[in-house]
């Protein structure tokens, strides 16, 4: 689990790092949940994505396809569909993992 890992780097420091994550993961068949606030990064890298509200799954699709625009589109859908069962969910309760 890698929790904003390139949140502090440069742009070409952060490419190397998913380059060097995939290609990890590549070798070993292993799996890397990646939670991150970046959408471009997360549909970059992913094959699926969660989104996770108030510790709930309230969005899960493949990312083939997908690109940062449509993400926020189905992220904020996801999140308002969640308040308007929940009332409010805080904003640090919210998630993007990919």
Same mark, same amino acid.
């Given at each position: 689990?890698?929790?904003?890992? /390139?949140? &502090?780097?440069?742009?070409?420091?952060?490419?190397?790092?998913?380059?060097?994550?995939? =290609?990890?993961?590549?070798?070993? %068949?292993? %799996?890397?949940?990646?939670? /991150?606030?970046?959408?471009?990064?997360?549909?970059?890298?992913? &094959? =699926?994505?969660?989104?996770?509200?108030? %510790?709930?799954?309230?969005?899960?699709?493949?990312?083939? %396809?997908?690109?940062?625009?449509?993400?926020?589109?189905?992220?904020?859908?996801?999140?308002?569909?969640?308040?308007?069962?929940? &009332?409010?969910?805080?904003?640090?309760?919210?998630?993007?993992?990919?």
């Amino acid at each position: 689990m890698l929790d904003e890992p /390139t949140r &502090n780097l440069d742009p070409l420091s952060a490419s190397h790092f998913r380059q060097s994550a995939e =290609r990890l993961a590549h070798e070993r %068949g292993a %799996g890397i949940l990646f939670a /991150t606030h970046n959408l471009h990064e997360a549909v970059a890298i992913s &094959n =699926r994505i969660l989104v996770l509200a108030s %510790g709930k799954i309230v969005l899960e699709e493949q990312a083939e %396809g997908m690109d940062a625009n449509r993400l926020e589109a189905a992220f904020l859908a996801a999140v308002r569909s969640q308040e308007d069962d929940d &009332n409010d969910i805080p904003s640090d309760e919210l998630a993007v993992s990919a």
